[in-house]
């Protein structure tokens, strides 16, 4: 139950942060494995400063979203992960 938690909270924070930064079409691998990354930094880091823990928190559900969308950002910056074709 735990693993399919952590893949819907991936793919739900890599769409938000598509939604958020959004341009192109979605690339939903691109955007699962971006999710994935920004769940666990940016819900980590918003789960610990918040006091809650390891537990599946607002907090925790805000940061995921907040880092997925500073990654993809980061990504489009340096060119990497083009949602584009050339």
Do not use: C, K, Y
Not at 28 to 35: I, S, T, Y
Request: charged share 5%.
């Amino acid at each position: 139950m735990l693993i399919l938690a952590i893949i819907v909270v991936g793919l739900a924070a890599g769409w938000i942060a598509h939604l958020l930064v959004g341009r192109g079409r979605a690339n939903w691998p691109l955007l699962f494995v971006v999710g994935l990354a920004g769940s666990f930094v940016g819900g980590l880091l918003a789960s610990l400063l918040a006091g809650d823990g390891l537990e599946l928190r607002p907090s925790g559900l805000i940061g995921s979203a907040v880092g997925a969308t500073v990654i993809l950002l980061a990504m489009r910056a340096t060119g990497t992960g083009s949602q584009t074709p050339s």
